[in-house]
């Protein structure tokens, strides 16, 4: 039974944080350390002491995790960032709160010694035949390691401590992954084995030529598992020394953070197919269906997460189209004023929001991406609020000295104008770029919509029903937040914030095909007026042709990534083929990269017609590089396998730690079916005749740290895995019995109606379901080792 495992958390804001610079203020961050390795960084918030990120990821850890840590910088433009405090959440504290934790949490000081990583490769055990009773533990290897030399390695040594006595190892200098392949043996004395009680510990240390000692973690075994076992021998998590954090009663300031775990044992594919079944049948009788009972019975908080789910499930059988269909027809049915068809947050109005994120994404940045780029890049100062407008701010609009509002007005309409022109003109003519599949969903809602209201007055609500989702829910919300849409990198200024805010309601108004203008409070948004109202018969001719579609032209199974479709591209900096001399900082070169579903290619420029690549199916792992191997930061290898079999390397600098998630989640995510992933790998590089981080000098020794191939970040490109949304859907069905039954017997037989025998088939599937995962857990625990350490 696989398991799996998805963190979401969202980094909200920060408060009374103290004053790091010399003006009085701060200009704070936020890293987030998933087991200490970094998975995101926010935007930096300059010169505020009070900062607003409103940054959310999702992680896919399909091994599980043990920490989560958010560290607070201050920025320095000289020297290093200094660091302002951190909060640390255990699996176990995240896990025990249901609904996750929404709550303002208290900044402590960072401890050296409780900021351990990494694990350690031990032997242990009692040998009998000898003369005197001894201790023999076999220290063989550490890996991961946590950096505390200036250099970005360690000089670890380890240390047995047992009833007094001890034993160290050698010392191995400039690596965080040591091979020892040392015995160490400690005598013990009849007290030392009287009860059988103690603790065998285990230390790992940075040496240190001047100063005391770092501490690296501690591994701590019962000594009585000693005489359950003939040989304990396995990989051990290191753990701090077990000071608690420091609260100092806020005086750090606090973090307002947002956090929720979702942890499955996901089962085979067959015990899923019955629930998956009672899912295709609802679309062949919807009268009386698995999905309609449970679109009455999903809570407004699981909506959004239960419309996802059944999309990815739908897109899979091929049946998103019909899925759709379904629930916007109930909707259009049960809808008498079309002033408010889909107005509200409802399973059909969520569901065709995720559908086109899932299948529209890379057509948004087709459309997209140029203009938000140059609103980027130009930052102009634009505002026609009149109670907003800050001269102070304007002056650069003219050289000839002091502006005035109007003069601000009439020049930031002009820029809005011809923003808010080239958007709308880039999204009319997009008709050949937009997703079939999209194109198909629209027209069977335009043809519901006109079925159900004939009436002349009426004759726009079938344009309104897709503009509505089309700008309103689509278009829109990505002007408004780019980042969120993986349009830029970073959230944008205040000053581009508000240029986008002014350009996301102008096109909301589109959407609406300029109903209601000049009735609503912002009349100060009149020079745009026009320009909305000249696009309203832009618009329909435009709907027009989106729904000028066949049928047919979408059939069989639907795939979010197409082999002809780039997932991701962009400039990053490769590492020039190997033995070259060179320093390190120029043996990286520009080079533009493309990512598809079948190749990861790159060439000098994008317009290059001559292109290297390699194909995703020889793609072995994807993972990150020590900074130490090229004294370079957010480097990634591309470890892939040539037609000999010879393992190749490619080394990729990234710009900053999030482009580089980002690299690595995308190229993870098209080679996660791949047959020949590496389970190890080497986090530095072979040279001078010798791996950077093992110091081991033979090239085709094994890798000395675990691969992470299947960590992913959470977004729209996620692969679609029937199992692990099946289950989903299972945990909504199984709570909701869960409450009918908390509120008395009856209440579950409300849920069938007279003649739904469905009704009857879906409660026995879940209950079979529910047994399943009983059974395979009573066998997990049957199959486990009777001693567990520290796993």
Same mark, same amino acid.
């Given at each position: 039974?696989?398991?799996?495992t998805?963190l979401y958390?969202?980094?909200v804001?920060?408060?009374?944080?103290p004053?790091k610079?010399?003006?009085?203020?701060?200009?704070?961050?936020?890293i987030?350390?998933?087991?200490?390795e970094?998975?995101a960084r926010?935007?930096t918030?300059?010169k505020?002491?009070?900062?607003?990120w409103?940054e959310e990821y /999702?992680l896919?850890?399909p091994m599980?995790?043990?920490?989560l840590?958010?560290?607070?910088?201050?920025?320095?433009?000289?020297?290093?960032d200094?660091?302002?405090?951190?909060?640390?959440l255990?699996?176990?504290?995240?896990?025990?709160?249901?609904?996750?934790i929404d709550?303002?949490?208290?900044?402590?000081?960072?401890?050296p010694d409780e900021?351990v990583?990494?694990?350690i490769?031990l $032997?242990?055990?009692?040998?009998?035949? /000898?003369?005197?009773?001894?201790?023999?533990?076999?220290v063989?290897?550490?890996?991961?390691?946590?950096?505390r030399?200036?250099?970005?390695?360690?000089?670890p040594f380890?240390?047995v401590?047992?009833?007094n006595r001890?034993?160290?190892?050698?010392?191995?200098?400039?690596t965080r992954?040591?091979?020892?392949g040392?015995?160490?043996?400690?005598?013990?004395?009849?007290e030392?084995?009287?009860?059988?009680?103690g603790?065998?510990?285990?230390?790992?240390?940075?040496w240190?030529?001047?100063?005391?000692n770092?501490?690296?973690?501690?591994v701590?075994?019962?000594?009585?598992c000693?005489?359950?076992?003939?040989l304990l021998?396995?990989?051990?998590?290191?753990?701090?020394?077990?000071n608690n954090?420091?609260?100092?009663g806020?005086?750090?300031g606090?973090?307002r953070?947002?956090?929720?775990l979702?942890e499955? !044992?996901i089962?085979?594919?067959?015990?899923?197919q019955?629930?998956?079944d009672?899912?295709v049948?609802?679309?062949i009788s919807?009268?009386?269906s698995?999905?309609t009972?449970l679109?009455?019975?999903?809570?407004?908080?699981?909506r959004?997460d239960?419309?996802?789910t059944l999309?990815?499930?739908y897109?899979?059988?091929?049946?998103?189209?019909?899925?759709?269909?379904?629930?916007?027809?109930r909707?259009?049915?049960h809808?008498t004023?079309?002033n408010?068809?889909?107005?509200?947050? #409802?399973?059909?109005?969520k569901a065709?929001?995720?559908?086109?994120k899932?299948v529209?994404?890379?057509y948004?940045?087709?459309?997209l @991406?140029?203009?938000i780029? !140059?609103?980027?890049?130009e !930052?102009?100062?634009i505002?026609?609020?009149?109670?907003?407008i800050d001269?102070?701010?304007?002056?650069r609009?003219?050289?000839?000295?002091?502006?005035?509002?109007?003069e601000?007005?009439?020049?930031?309409a002009?820029m809005l104008?011809?923003?808010?022109? $080239?958007?709308?003109? #880039?999204?009319v003519? #997009?008709?050949d770029?937009?997703?079939s599949?999209?194109?198909v969903?629209?027209?069977?809602?335009?043809?519901?919509?006109?079925?159900?209201?004939?009436?002349p007055e009426?004759?726009?609500v079938?344009?309104l029903?897709?503009?509505?989702?089309?700008?309103? !829910?689509f278009?829109a919300?990505?002007?408004?937040?780019p980042?969120?849409?993986?349009l830029?990198d970073?959230?944008a200024?205040?000053?581009?914030?508000r240029?986008?805010l002014?350009?996301a309601?102008?096109?909301q #108004?589109?959407?609406?095909?300029?109903?209601?203008?000049?009735?609503?409070?912002?009349?100060?948004?009149?020079?745009l007026h026009p320009i909305?109202l000249?696009?309203?018969?832009?618009?329909k001719?435009f709907?027009?042709?989106l729904?000028?579609?066949?049928?047919?032209?979408?059939?069989? @199974?639907m795939a979010?990534?197409l082999?002809?479709?780039?997932?991701?591209?962009?400039?990053l900096?490769k590492?020039k083929?190997?033995?070259?001399q060179?320093?390190?900082?120029?043996a990286?070169?520009?080079?533009?990269?493309w990512?598809?579903?079948?190749?990861?290619?790159?060439?000098?420029?994008?317009?290059?017609?001559?292109?290297?690549?390699i194909?995703?199916?020889?793609?072995?792992?994807?993972?990150?590089?020590?900074?130490?191997?090229?004294?370079?930061?957010n480097?990634m290898?591309?470890?892939?396998q040539?037609?000999?079999?010879?393992?190749?390397t490619m080394?990729?600098?990234?710009?900053?730690?999030?482009?580089l998630?980002?690299?690595?989640?995308?190229?993870?995510k098209?080679s996660?079916y791949n047959?020949r992933m590496l389970p190890s790998?080497h986090p530095?590089?072979?040279?001078s005749?010798?791996w950077?981080?093992?110091l081991q000098?033979e090239?085709?020794?094994?890798?000395?740290?675990?691969?992470?191939?299947?960590v992913t970040?959470?977004?729209w490109?996620d692969?679609?895995?029937?199992d692990?949304e099946?289950?989903?859907?299972?945990?909504?069905?199984?709570?909701?019995?869960?409450f009918c039954?908390a509120?008395?017997?009856e209440s579950i037989?409300?849920?069938? @109606?007279?003649?739904?025998?469905?009704?009857?088939?879906l409660?026995v599937?879940?209950?079979?379901?529910?047994?399943?995962?009983?059974?395979f857990?009573?066998r997990?625990?049957?199959?486990?080792?009777?001693?567990?350490l520290n796993?």
């Open positions: 039974m696989a398991k799996n998805s958390f969202r980094i804001e920060g408060r009374n944080l004053a610079d010399v003006s009085g203020t701060s200009d704070p961050y936020c987030v350390k998933v087991d200490n970094v998975v926010t935007a918030v300059w505020n002491l009070n900062p607003f409103g /999702t896919h850890l599980g995790f043990h920490s840590s958010f560290l607070i910088m201050d920025e320095d433009t000289i020297g290093h200094d660091v302002i405090g951190k909060i640390t255990s699996k176990e504290a995240i896990g025990s709160q249901a609904k996750g709550s303002w949490l208290n900044l402590t000081t960072v401890d900021d990583q990494g694990e490769h $032997s242990l055990q009692l040998p009998e035949g /000898t003369k005197k009773t001894i201790l023999r533990c076999q063989i290897e550490a890996r991961d390691l946590a950096p030399d200036i250099s970005g390695t360690s000089d380890a240390r401590i047992f009833n001890s034993a160290e190892t050698s010392i191995i200098k400039r992954f040591p091979h020892w040392e015995t160490l043996e400690l005598e013990l004395d009849s030392g084995l009287s009860g059988q009680q603790t065998v510990t285990v230390e790992v240390w940075d240190d030529m001047v100063g005391k770092d501490f690296l973690g501690k701590e075994i019962p000594f009585s000693l005489h359950k076992t003939s021998e396995g990989w051990f998590r290191l753990l701090p020394l077990g954090e420091v609260d100092v806020g005086k750090l606090a973090l953070l947002k956090v929720r979702v499955d !044992r089962l085979p594919s067959m015990y899923y019955p629930l998956i009672l899912l049948e609802s679309l919807p009268d009386s698995a999905l009972m679109e009455e019975v999903t809570t407004v908080e699981s959004q239960v419309a996802m999309v990815k499930i897109l899979g059988q091929g049946l998103v189209v019909p899925f759709l269909d379904y629930l916007n027809t909707e259009v049915n809808t004023d079309p408010t068809l889909f107005r509200s947050n #409802s399973l059909a109005s065709m929001e995720q559908f086109m899932a529209g994404m890379l948004l940045h087709e459309v @991406k140029p203009i780029n !140059r609103i980027f890049d !930052r102009k100062y505002e026609l609020d009149p109670c907003k001269l102070n701010r304007s002056r609009i003219s050289f000839k000295g002091a502006v005035s509002e109007a601000v007005r009439d020049s930031s002009e104008q011809g923003y808010l022109t $080239s958007i709308i003109e #880039s999204i003519s #997009s008709v770029q937009c997703p599949v999209m194109r969903a629209f027209k069977q809602l335009h043809k519901r919509v006109e079925e159900q209201f004939t009436e009426n004759e726009d079938k344009y029903a897709i503009s509505g989702f089309f700008f309103l !829910r278009f919300p990505a002007i408004l937040t980042k969120l849409f993986h830029r970073q959230h200024d205040t000053r581009t914030s240029t986008l002014l350009l309601k102008a096109l #108004s589109v959407g609406n095909l300029g109903l209601q203008l000049g009735h609503g409070k912002e009349q100060w948004m009149a020079p909305i000249r696009s309203v018969a832009c618009v001719d709907l027009d042709k729904i000028d579609i066949d049928h047919d032209v979408v059939c069989g @199974k979010i990534l082999p002809s479709v780039i997932v991701k591209e962009g400039y900096h590492h083929a190997e033995g070259t060179l320093l390190s900082r120029f990286f070169k520009k080079r533009y990269f990512l598809t579903s079948e190749t990861l290619s790159y060439a000098k420029t994008s317009e290059w017609q001559v292109r290297s690549s194909p995703i199916r020889c793609v072995c792992a994807i993972e990150r590089v020590d900074e130490n191997a090229f004294q370079q930061q480097v290898q591309v470890i892939s040539n037609n000999d079999g010879q393992l190749q080394y990729i600098q990234c710009k900053n730690v999030n482009e998630n980002q690299w690595l989640s995308a190229i993870r098209v996660i047959e790998f530095g590089a072979h040279r005749g010798k950077t981080c093992c000098a090239r085709t020794v094994p890798g000395c740290s675990r691969t992470h191939s299947a970040l959470g977004d490109s692969p679609l895995d029937p692990v099946t289950q989903m859907i299972f945990n909504q069905l199984l709570q909701v019995l869960f039954a509120d008395g017997a037989p409300q849920l069938m @109606k007279p003649g739904q025998s469905v009704a009857a088939r409660l599937v879940i209950e079979d379901l529910e047994q399943a995962h009983v059974t857990q009573h997990e625990k049957e199959d486990s080792p009777s001693v567990i796993p």
